[in-house]
């Protein structure tokens, strides 16, 4: 029992708390999306985020973001808070918890630091006042129109009754008395006698509202805003575990794209490889084959230059016999070796090689954009 009371004032004090200062309301204002505001927090945000291209059309809701058109009469942004209504609940509110901590004590007097016994309350300004600083509030042009009411009637719990109250739409300074059936709007004496002069049933505002708690609409409006809640919770508790199942796909995803750039690199890594063994292995074997050729022509000039050898003695110091039988071995073997030097020399030309790119390799820059492509269900 103790737990739910403390539950109800933990939403009470929610309810009376603005969204944008975090602090009891002051001159509570509400926007047509039932949102409500200090009229000083209001003002700076309206100030603060209307820019001047939309300066005639209006504002968005701190809070829901709902567009609030202000109509083409108010082009002033400096007027939009001012001419916003009253939240009558909201103050009333404030009024019963403020009377509640009330020590019956005049406020105004205690700024003198004087105890001086309250006898009336202001539900403008929100403060207890003695008889002596009532009868100055009602002669004080700026505070002459306050709702002033006995701290008897509110110990008669008519509080409610009295701050509760709403202002005329179109008359600030009248409360709302009457409601017009036939348009289904409250209104104050002056526009019943104006306004709806023609109308068949216009009734007092006491008889138009009451047994309306009881009502089975009442109940039925209040059912659905129960389901409404129940339904927003659960749709909020489902939208923030896929925000959660959303974080992890994105962790899995950046993992997979992780390995199949560690595989991509591997990959290439081999095909390098790969190249690289090729042309060591190529390389090797030109270089074996010119290594064989050199071994071949070089055995060759070393048979040459012994026969010159030969032949060149014989010529300067053998006999004419000896320069004979070699000349005559010589020219035997002559043609055979001609053969052989004209065979080792006619192959020498010059060993290049060169690497051709894969041609889908050489393109992948310009045909591979992307690694692939994010699908959102």
């Not at 002033?148 to 009754?161: C, F, G, H, P």
Request: hydrophobic share 35%; with cysteine; charged share 25%.
């Amino acid at each position: 029992m103790a737990i739910a009371k403390v539950k109800v004032v933990e939403e009470e004090d929610n309810l009376l708390t603005c969204s944008i200062c975090l602090e009891m309301f002051k001159n509570p204002k509400y926007l047509p999306c039932l949102h409500t505001f200090c009229k000083l927090c209001i003002h700076s945000y309206i100030q603060s985020s209307v820019s001047q291209e939309i300066i005639n059309k209006g504002f968005k809701c701190p809070v829901c973001r709902t567009f609030v058109p202000v109509g083409e009469h108010s082009s002033n942004s400096e007027c939009w808070a001012e001419e916003l209504p009253n939240n009558h609940l909201i103050i009333s509110m404030i009024d019963r918890k403020a009377l509640q901590k009330q020590d019956k004590l005049c406020n105004v007097c205690e700024l003198s630091n004087i105890n001086q016994e309250a006898v009336s309350w202001c539900s403008v300004c929100q403060e207890a006042l003695c008889t002596v600083c009532e009868n100055c509030h009602r002669k004080f042009k700026i505070s002459s129109n306050h709702k002033i009411i006995t701290l008897q009637e509110v110990q008669r719990d008519r509080i409610s009754y009295v701050s509760g109250l709403p202002t005329c739409e179109y008359h600030l300074d009248k409360f709302v008395e009457m409601f017009c059936v036939d348009h289904g709007q409250p209104c104050c004496t002056i526009c019943a006698i104006v306004k709806h002069r023609e109308c068949e049933k216009v009734i007092g505002i006491e008889d138009a509202a009451a047994g309306i708690k009881e009502t089975k609409q009442t109940t039925d409006v209040l059912r659905s805003m129960m389901q409404w809640k129940t339904l927003l919770v659960k749709s909020i508790q489902d939208t923030q575990e896929n925000v959660c199942s959303v974080e992890i796909m994105e962790k899995t995803i950046f993992s997979e794209i992780e390995q199949w750039k560690n595989d991509l690199i591997e990959h290439v890594n081999n095909l390098e490889k790969t190249a690289k063994d090729e042309l060591i292995f190529k390389k090797k074997r030109i270089v074996i084959e010119l290594a064989d050729t050199m071994t071949e022509m070089s055995s060759l000039k070393s048979t040459v230059e012994n026969w010159h050898k030969i032949l060149s003695a014989c010529i300067i110091d053998g006999s004419d016999v000896q320069c004979f039988v070699e000349f005559n071995k010589l020219v035997q073997k002559k043609k055979q070796k001609e053969s052989e030097i004209k065979n080792a020399t006619s192959n020498i030309s010059e060993q290049t090689f060169s690497f051709e790119m894969n041609r889908v390799i050489e393109n992948i820059q310009k045909t591979v954009k992307c690694l692939g492509e994010i699908i959102v269900d």
